[in-house]
């Protein structure tokens, strides 16, 4: 039997809800540990002072990208049964610019304001908050905007599929493209540290 | 806390980001799914409707979908984030990171924070809901899928908050 198990049935909802709770302990874990519960450490990845955020997401997609496609060569994982998030081109390039100016008003993502208010940040807390009611009043809205909503619908769409590549190749380009965004984030970092002193001085 | 302990380093970005992807990797493997936020917050508000205004419901296909049976607490997304507010503040107590505060620029008033802080919220609250996912949800997991549509709110989400944190960065000063 191959993964991902169908928890639901082999150990009823008790059993995924436990699996929910124990990756949430996880991820919270990390986010913290790696600073990204405070806002002015995450500012600082606009700022080009820290680019913590950068270095933790790509490593961690990464690392989650690598495991997944290794695992499912071995036969491990069935990846027809792993949800992959739909498309929708213009919805999701709208609603991410929408939410990037957001989150660096907030300087805080949504998970990350829970992070934030967990560890005594009254400010994740109102992060969290305003972002309760942008999304209730937003799905409200939602009826009025099908048509923009349901626009550009590609359904589970990978990149391999559109740049028509192997996914082992799209694969080696992903983290190609992370080792070499490393490389430039350790430079720009020095580079910005070296400006703030001269400014200093 | 009466006793001061000096809080520890935070750990290194990598190492974090390994870690990150190795509970990412767990959730793929054990759950078929990736990780999430916004959906916790989705599934609240679509309780709150019902509860409130049930008849708000109808029609509305998107908070149909996020409204849970058997309540928020057995939604697989609601649960998780608790399990990040746990694992967060376990993380924060060991490290003696835990403190009340307002965490903002140095000319910056509290009111000020706040008020930023919640307009900003808002404002992703609506990104998220368009695109479906937030930065756990599309930038992460659906990242880590090498889902296209995760990959162009990953660019339209840098684009802007680059721009915006531009515009704004004496408030950080």
Known sequence: MSAPLPLSLATGSGGALAVAFGVGLGFGWWLERAGLGSAPKLMGQFHLTDLTVFKVMFSAIVTAMLGLFWLARAGVVDLSRVYVPETFVLPQIVGGAVFGGGMALAGLCPGTSCVAAATGRGDGLVVAGGFFAGVLATALALPGMARFYESGARGSLTLDAVLDLETGSMVLVVVAAALAGFVVAEHVEQWKARRLAQVER | ?173
């Not at chain 2, 750990?11 to 999430?36: E, I």
């Not at chain 2, 908070?63 to 993380?91: K, T």
Request: charged letters at 10%; hydrophobic letters at 55%.
């Open chain 2, 1 to 173: 806390m009466s006793t001061r302990v000096s809080p520890s380093r935070y750990a290194d970005p990598y190492v974090a980001g390994v870690g990150l992807g190795l509970v990412l990797l767990a959730s793929f493997v054990l759950a078929g799914r990736g990780l999430g936020a916004s959906g916790a917050f989705a599934a609240a508000a679509a309780t709150s409707v019902r509860a409130v205004a049930p008849g708000a419901m109808r029609g509305n296909a998107y908070l149909m979908d996020h409204l849970s049976v058997g309540g928020p607490l057995h939604d697989w997304l609601v649960v998780e984030i608790l399990g990040v507010m746990v694992g967060a503040f376990v993380s924060a107590k060991i490290a003696g990171r835990l403190a009340l505060r307002v965490e903002r620029g140095a000319h910056t008033s509290i009111g000020q924070r706040l008020g930023v802080a919640a307009a900003g919220g808002a404002l992703m609250g609506g990104g998220a809901v368009l695109a479906r996912g937030c930065t756990s949800g599309q930038a992460l997991t659906g990242g880590a899928l090498l889902s296209v549509g995760a990959w162009l709110f990953i660019g339209g989400a840098f684009a802007t908050a680059y721009l915006v944190a531009l515009l704004t960065r004496r408030s950080w000063t």
